[in-house]
Structure formats: structure tokens, C-alpha cells
């Protein structure tokens, strides 16, 4: 093999791999209406990606927000401006760093742990056997995991925020002495509802989805060994990092 077609195969793999993901979201979406009856499964998939993954959220917005907080007083004090401290903090979390490092923090524990267990199920063969019980595996178990993406992402983001603030304000105001009213009354009067914190929910509802459908992709289509599922969630944790990063430049461009 030349080297030119060996450097093809692999893009025209990956272009074939968008192709079918694309497919495959049309039948999850053909399934969405066959999905309702199973509300209780549902409930509890939005449990599982999202109350399962509140402590790793909580303790990473935590210190984000604290080092973002010492890294921009260090450097707004320098033109007199420390004072703002909290307000780009906010201004950056609600924009971009909130959505896109709760989806990449989603990607790693939820993302995996979905994938891993539709991928058991194709090599245990509990998805043929739910079709031959004429149990549609797509509304049964793909469909809930990608309500429930689409939920749970949007919540984790707010509460990423919140902690993020909050370790600002605890390195901010407690640490380094700002003035509690000053920090608090900048970031409330330059941070708009609509512009900056309604753009950030729909950016982290957006990633929700593209991240879940990943994760189910690879675990529905992965192999029937330990091998391939073992292949399929290192492969979730990549592309779903590699799709929220250009999603979120696309969305931002629009955004703006």
C-alpha cells in the first residue's frame, strides 16, 4: 500500500464514522416518541450521569473558580482593575470555560460509564435478545441515556458555575481582601441574563446531546469482545473531547 492511500483509509474511516453516527441519531430520534413509556428508566439515567457526577463537577468548579480568581487578580491588579476580578470570572465561566469543562468532565465519568454498559450489553447479548422479545433496544436503552444527557448537562453546568464563583469569591474577598460588595455588585451589573448565562445553558445542552450520542454510538456499535468495549470508551472520551471543543468554537461564532 502507497503511502498516499495509507493516509487516506484512515480519513475516509473517520468520515464513515460521522456518517453513521448521523444515522444512528436519526433512528435514537425515530425512537424518542417509543421512549416515553419508559419514563422510570429515564429518571433513573438522569440520576445515574447526573447526581452520580456531582461531586467531581462540585470539587473541579471549585478549584477552577479558585485559580481563575488568583490568576486574574494577579493580573487586573497590575492596571489598578482588581476589582473587576469577579466579574471576568463570571464572564468567563457563564461563556465558556462553565459549558465546556463540565462537558469534558461529563465525557470522562458519565460519557464512559454509558458507554461501557451498552457496550456489555452487546457482548452479553442482552440487545439481541431484547429484539427478538420485540423490545425496541433504541427506545429501551439508548433513548433514555440521551434524555437524560440532555438534561443532566445543563444542570451540572449551573451548579459548576456556582462552585467556580464561589472558590472566586473564597480566594477574591476571604483571601486576598477584596471589597465583598464591590466584587458582587460588578459581576451582577455587567453579567446579562440572556447574553451571557441563557448562551451558556444552550451550549451545555448542545454538548449534553453530542456527548451522549457519542457515548452510545460507540457502545451499541462497539464489538462483542472486552476488547472493543475496552477500544470503544477510550474512543468516547477522545471524540466527545474533540466534538465539544469545535462545537463549541462553531456555537460561540454564531453566538456572537
Known amino acids: 500500500m502507497s503511502v498516499a492511500r495509507r493516509a487516506v483509509v484512515p480519513f475516509t474511516s473517520g468520515l464513515a464514522q460521522v456518517g453513521a453516527c448521523g444515522i444512528f441519531l436519526l433512528h435514537v430520534l425515530r425512537a424518542l416518541p417509543g421512549s416515553l413509556r419508559y419514563v422510570r428508566e ?3 439515567q438522569i440520576f445515574f450521569v447526573g447526581a452520580m ?4 463537577i462540585m470539587t ?12 486574574l487578580y494577579d493580573v487586573l491588579s497590575r492596571f489598578g482593575s482588581a476589582a473587576m476580578s469577579g466579574t471576568v470570572v463570571a464572564l468567563a465561566l457563564y461563556r465558556e470555560l462553565g ?3 463540565t462537558a469534558l468532565l461529563f465525557a470522562g465519568r458519565a460519557g464512559t460509564s454509558i458507554t461501557a454498559e451498552v457496550g456489555l450489553m452487546r457482548a452479553t447479548d442482552q440487545l439481541d435478545a431484547m429484539e427478538m422479545m420485540a423490545v425496541d433496544p433504541l427506545a429501551y436503552v439508548i433513548a433514555p441515556r ?8 445543563p444542570l451540572l453546568a449551573c451548579v459548576f458555575n456556582a462552585l467556580a464563583i464561589l472558590g472566586a469569591h ?11 460588595g464591590t466584587f458582587w455588585s ?18 451545555s445542552t448542545a454538548f449534553g446531546a453530542v456527548v451522549t450520542l457519542i457515548a452510545t454510538f460507540q457502545g451499541y456499535t462497539t464489538p462483542p469482545t472486552s476488547e472493543g468495549v475496552a477500544y470503544a470508551t ?3 472520551v477522545v471524540f466527545s473531547s474533540i466534538a465539544t471543543l469545535a462545537l463549541d468554537f462553531v456555537m460561540t461564532a454564531f453566538l456572537m
Open 186 to 203: 460588578n459581576m451582577t451589573a455587567s453579567v446579562d441574563v440572556w447574553t451571557d448565562v441563557f448562551n451558556g445553558v444552550w451550549k
Open 53 to 56: 457526577s456531582l461531586v467531581i
Open 42 to 44: 429515564t429518571v433513573r
Open 99 to 101: 459549558p465546556v469543562v
Open 60 to 71: 473541579c468548579g471549585m478549584f477552577v473558580g479558585a485559580v481563575l480568581g488568583l490568576q
Open 234 to 236: 477510550t474512543r468516547t
Open 146 to 153: 440521551f434524555l437524560a444527557g440532555i438534561v443532566a448537562m
Open 170 to 180: 473564597v480566594v477574591g474577598v476571604t483571601w486576598l481582601g477584596l471589597d465583598n
